[in-house]
């Protein structure tokens, strides 16, 4: 979210099937003899950039992108910009390719880790490589976010920022019910006990919560998943098999019904997206929340003091056990359709104040703004910089220019909360998570679900459907 990210992070994508090749009309390969460089003054050359622009209720990122503009302008005045209000959290992959075919896709789009196979293999992402080559910083990016879009040694996508998922915990809502708060290490039952003493029906207070509907719901199952030791897909000698018809999975499901069933914990009303779940907890109505984006919530948008609300690491199924969590990242995406000096103009624009001042003035202007608003500032946990690095001690100590307004992580969580990061299914990870939320209806509207037999038709469809097809 989302941290947003998942925060808000936290989106229905879809992938698609088409016979649209959009890089069709891509200059040719490098080293093909049309493909001869020819130096050009990149000032002179009029180029339209047709950019996402944030919509209208996100003031403090409009002014942001307007800011940005101007100063690239300064730079390059030969550019003119459009702006576009699609996002790929609106319809994914789907709704990318309509757009791609009306030629109605902004220049760049931003995408998530998930989607590097489905982009990449339909010809929805341009070769960045050559662009990447010439930039001074490429070997100073945050690998683990790098790699996810760098297949076959060559680079699709520039990363932003990354999160692994956690959990909300309402602290004013334990101490009102004088509940102790759970350890930074704790385990499922932990988790499911504290849910227990806060929950509190009467008053409309729910102890947990998880999404229910949407590919959230599958998202979300999927952290436990790998908790109780199960992987969802294996690969050997190049085929893709479908694992998650196992006892692991059948343990990770038992625990679902648990939460809905025995212990009860969930919302009255279960049949909840992320933004559902979200207005629940910063109305003081959710004691423990799986949500990436939580403090965002519960501080910007529900007002709570920083001191009401924790973040957690995933608990683990038993003590000692890893306490695995998804990890992604958001990343930037270049159109292939456009013509190439547009990509590579497109990728000085992601670019512009990576790695230098601008970007830590403009962050700085970011964190003036919440202040100004009475908000508070919460960075990414994870950033296309190392956090350690130079330039990430810059960022820091611009930060600690604003105490009380930029949010300072418990280092205990820090320490914690990414130990056990784990990728999200290599494979068609969206339309896993769809199979799982499937289920997950099933076992939350009837006590007797055979779970069991769910995780088998649904693993014998996703086979069939999907990594039979990989070639």
């Known amino acids: 979210m989302a941290l947003a990210a998942c925060l808000s992070l936290i989106l229905v994508l879809t992938g698609c099937s088409t016979e649209e090749t959009p890089g069709a009309n891509q200059s040719p390969e490098p080293g093909t003899a049309s493909d001869k460089p020819v130096e050009t003054d990149k000032t002179q050359q009029k180029i339209t950039l047709t950019i996402p622009y944030p919509k209208p209720d996100k003031e403090a990122e409009r002014k942001a992108a307007d800011d940005k503009m101007k100063r690239f302008k300064e730079k390059y005045p030969n550019v003119e910009f459009k702006t576009s209000d699609w996002l790929y959290s609106e319809g994914g992959a789907a709704t990318l390719a309509v757009k791609m075919a009306a030629n109605e896709a902004p220049s760049y789009y931003n995408t998530y880790a998930t989607e590097a196979k489905v982009l990449t293999e339909k010809g929805y992402a341009a070769d960045i490589t050559e662009f990447m080559n010439k930039y001074e910083y490429a070997d100073q990016f945050n690998r683990s976010l790098f790699d996810i879009f760098k297949i076959d040694d060559k680079v699709y996508a520039v990363p932003t920022d990354g999160y692994v998922m956690s959990i909300g915990v309402n602290a004013k809502l334990f101490k009102e019910k004088n ?51 199960e992987f969802v897909e294996a690969v050997q000698d190049g085929k893709a098999t479908a694992t998650f018809n196992s006892e692991a999975a059948a343990t990770a499901m038992k625990f679902y019904r648990n939460l809905r069933w025995d212990a009860n914990v969930l919302p009255g009303d279960w049949n909840l997206a992320n933004p559902d779940l979200s207005a629940l907890y910063k109305q003081g109505r959710l004691g423990i929340i799986l949500h990436a984006g939580s403090l965002n919530t519960a501080i910007n948008d529900g007002g709570m003091s920083p001191d009401d609300v924790r973040i957690y690491p995933l608990p683990s199924i038993e003590k000692g056990k890893p306490n695995y969590a998804i990890t992604g990242g958001n990343y930037f995406v270049i159109n292939p359709k456009i013509s190439k000096e547009e990509q590579e103009m497109a990728f000085n624009y992601i670019v512009f104040d990576f790695f230098q001042d601008s970007g830590i003035a403009a962050e700085e202007k970011t964190v ?23 330039y990430g001690q810059k960022v820091q100590a611009m930060y600690d220019k604003y105490p009380g307004v930029v949010y300072k992580y418990d280092p205990a969580f820090l320490s914690s909360f990414s130990t056990n990061a784990m990728p999200e299914p290599p494979f068609y990870a969206q339309d896993f998570y769809a199979e799982m939320t499937n289920i997950i209806q099933e076992v939350f509207t009837d006590k007797n679900a055979d779970y069991r037999k769910l995780l088998a038709d649904a693993q014998q469809k996703f086979q069939a459907d999907f990594l039979d097809k990989i070639e």
């Not at 988790?191 to 590919?215: H, M, Q, R, Y």
């Not at 508070?376 to 946990?381: A, E, F, G, L």
């Open 368 to 390: 003036q703004e919440r202040q100004a608003n009475n908000q508070m500032h919460i960075p990414s946990s994870i950033m296309y910089y190392e956090q350690n690095s130079e």
């Open 179 to 229: 509940v102790p708060l759970p350890p930074l290490d704790w385990t499922w039952n932990e988790l499911l006990e504290a849910a227990k003493k806060v929950n509190d029906p009467a008053k409309g207070i729910a102890g947990f919560a998880v999404a229910a509907k949407t590919n959230a719901a599958g998202w979300n199952f999927t952290n436990f998943l790998y908790q109780s030791g």
